[in-house]
């Protein structure tokens, strides 16, 4: 073992990443790995950045440890478990020096550097040692695997009883995998305690900090998020990263959508053919009063286009969940991205603008999918909820979910007495209370004066056919003056400031994590206060737009190249636009605190004062 190491060591704050090929396995002891240290308190995240085509490429999975409670994704990894020969070589070359390397011995690290901490296991002749028969060769190499958390088990500290647990919760129900996977926990931690006397500078002790939290993943928690805000129509076509969000919620509807005396399900679920015919199929159940909702990626959004201006012309409530992924085209379909702000927030051709809704969290993911559903209805238009492949499909920390108290809100809707009421003076665009929000009926309503057409071309507030350029005009101010009415009832940005600060931060989204995380180090580190602003939904608010008032600077932290939010608050804030500096990452990876500061730091100079 190499010499050349850091003698203080890093209790409960490190970053580790494990490298594997894409279908070898790893997931399972992946996740037994993080959820055992976040069964010792210890606050954790876990990322997993995987290949987009087939089983045997590269997949990396990385877990941070931070007794600070930060878990964005940190640029410097402190341990390495490099198990896939294709990316051994690489991945040790591009490590920082006094980096603590476990690998395969057959790998041959030590020949390319002496500057590294490294822990030669043979994994491959340990899993030989398993209680297996010569046929199983398969199921041997994948118990390869669980025998790398066995030696970070003792390298680190994490205690064997949490691991235990965390294969029991894992393999739930499958007594002979939990026996073998302990097995070789078991195998790799004798190992390891046997020829490996000095352990890693990288170790966990455990914490409280982890009490009641729970660990999931973005996807899952909308999934909740709609059932329990009253979906019972899902229609989606396939597309990464968007795609569990979905299979979550048939899962969940198979248990809870289900009429206990005949067994009939109370959702419909349907696989459509094409994004095309599920955006089509979400309207039509709108229109028909039922809560209904798609998930798609950006590519899914591209094609819903068309129907997503019929629906904000027609005005049908409608919910689109766009799990984030790198663009334009295919891009990289299995790596994050925020770039997707302009298109869902001006979707289709002609004029018009969407709420939107950016979660940070799976609290958020599941809170803001039922505040969808409530403002699809109230404002009658499509609503977007904007995750990212990072939030949806990888494992976060988080809080219990509250338990939804108030009731479904349903908007303007009018009955049979209600349109009785107001016969006279009802029409279906028609504006009777100011707010640019008109009156709707659902199909089948019992009264003579209740039905209206549908049009997706010009129409009057009477819902009749009209070429007229006056009806046009005063129909799509109504539509603005709408969007007006719906900054009032979007969730609030989230604010904190600091004495003495000289400028702000803006993010959104997952950029929150790093986003925070560089506004303390930039405090601590270089004297800088800055005020901090989280936006949480566009058209923007009152109150966020009187924060930016107050700042000569605000740093815009976004995830895509062309500052696609910072062009938004420009194009809304004219008189403000000189003041948004953009703090830009777009290389598929989640924001890191170091993107940041550097960007920080280079903008205002070395005196500290802004260029």
């Not at 490298?19 to 876990?46: E, K, W, Y």
């Not at 909308?222 to 899902?234: D, K, Q, R, S």
């Not at 925020?338 to 004029?351: F, R, V, Y």
């Amino acid at each position: 073992m190499s010499t050349n190491r850091s003698s203080s060591a890093a209790v409960n704050d490190f970053s580790l990443q494990v490298a594997t090929a894409n279908g070898s396995g790893s997931q399972t002891a992946n996740s037994v790995l993080l959820r055992s240290i976040f069964r010792m308190g210890i606050p954790v995240s876990g990322k997993n950045l995987f290949p987009s085509n087939i089983q045997g490429l590269p997949t990396w999975f990385t877990i941070r440890a931070s007794r600070h409670g930060y878990i964005g994704r940190r640029r410097e990894l402190d341990v390495l478990v490099l198990m896939n020969p294709e990316t051994a070589a690489e991945d040790a070359l591009a490590a920082a020096p006094g980096t603590s390397v476990v690998y395969e011995k057959k790998l041959g690290v030590e020949k390319l550097r002496d500057d590294l901490l490294l822990y030669p296991v043979p994994f491959a002749e340990l899993a030989t040692k398993l209680p297996l028969s010569p046929d199983q060769a398969k199921l041997r190499r994948l118990l390869v695997n669980m025998i790398y958390v066995g030696v970070l088990s003792d390298l680190i500290g994490i205690d064997p009883v949490e691991i235990e647990a965390s294969i029991r919760k894992q393999l739930a129900g499958k007594a002979r995998a939990i026996d073998l996977n302990l097995a070789a926990v078991r195998l790799g931690r004798e190992h390891s305690a046997e020829g490996f006397p000095e352990k890693l500078p990288q170790r966990v002790e455990r914490m409280d900090a982890t009490a009641g939290k729970l660990i999931i993943d973005g996807n899952s928690a909308a999934a909740l998020g709609c059932l329990f805000g009253g979906a019972t129509v899902c229609t989606w076509y396939p597309i990464t990263p968007s795609s569990s969000l979905c299979e979550s919620f048939i899962d969940l509807c198979a248990e809870h959508r289900v009429d206990p005396g005949t067994g009939r399900a109370l959702a419909a679920i349907v696989q459509a053919e094409d994004e095309i015919a599920s955006i089509g199929m979400v309207l039509g159940a709108g229109w028909a009063g039922a809560r209904a909702f798609t998930a798609t990626s950006g590519p899914g959004v591209s094609l819903m286009s068309e129907l997503i201006g019929y629906g904000y012309y027609t005005e049908i409530p409608a919910v689109i969940f766009d799990v984030q992924r790198v663009g334009p085209s295919t891009g990289l379909p299995t790596r994050t991205m925020q770039g997707d702000i302009l298109i869902c927030h001006t979707n289709s051709h002609g004029d018009g603008k969407h709420p939107v809704l950016f979660p940070a969290s799976p609290e958020e993911c599941f809170t803001m999918a039922q505040q969808a559903f409530d403002l699809a209805e109230r404002l009658q238009t499509p609503v977007f909820v904007l995750t990212d492949l990072d939030l949806g499909m990888n494992n976060w920390m988080s809080d219990p979910f509250p338990y939804p108290e108030a009731p479904l809100d349903r908007g303007k809707v009018l009955d049979a007495e209600g349109v009785e009421r107001l016969k006279d003076t009802w029409g279906r665009y028609k504006d009777l209370d100011g707010d640019g929000i008109p009156w709707r009926t659902l199909p089948g309503t019992p009264h003579p004066k209740a039905a209206y057409f549908t049009r997706g071309s010009g129409h009057t507030e009477k819902a009749g056919y009209s070429e007229k350029p006056r009806d046009y005009v005063e129909n799509m101010e109504r539509l603005a003056r709408k969007l007006e009415t719906a900054r009032g009832m979007l969730p609030k940005s989230v604010t904190e400031d600091r004495p003495g600060a000289v400028a702000g931060l803006l993010a959104f989204g997952t950029s929150h994590y790093g986003t925070t995380e560089a506004r303390d180090f930039l405090e601590r580190d270089h004297g800088l206060p800055l005020d901090y602003l989280r936006l949480r939904a566009l058209p923007l608010s009152i109150e966020t737009k009187d924060w930016i008032d107050r700042h000569q600077v605000v740093y815009v932290v976004e995830q895509n190249r062309d500052a696609q939010l910072a062009a938004l608050l420009r194009d809304e804030l004219p008189r403000h636009a000189a003041r948004f500096v953009s703090v830009l990452q777009y290389d598929g990876l989640p924001l890191d605190a170091t993107t940041v500061v550097d960007a920080v730091l280079s903008h205002r100079g070395p005196a500290g004062g802004a260029r």
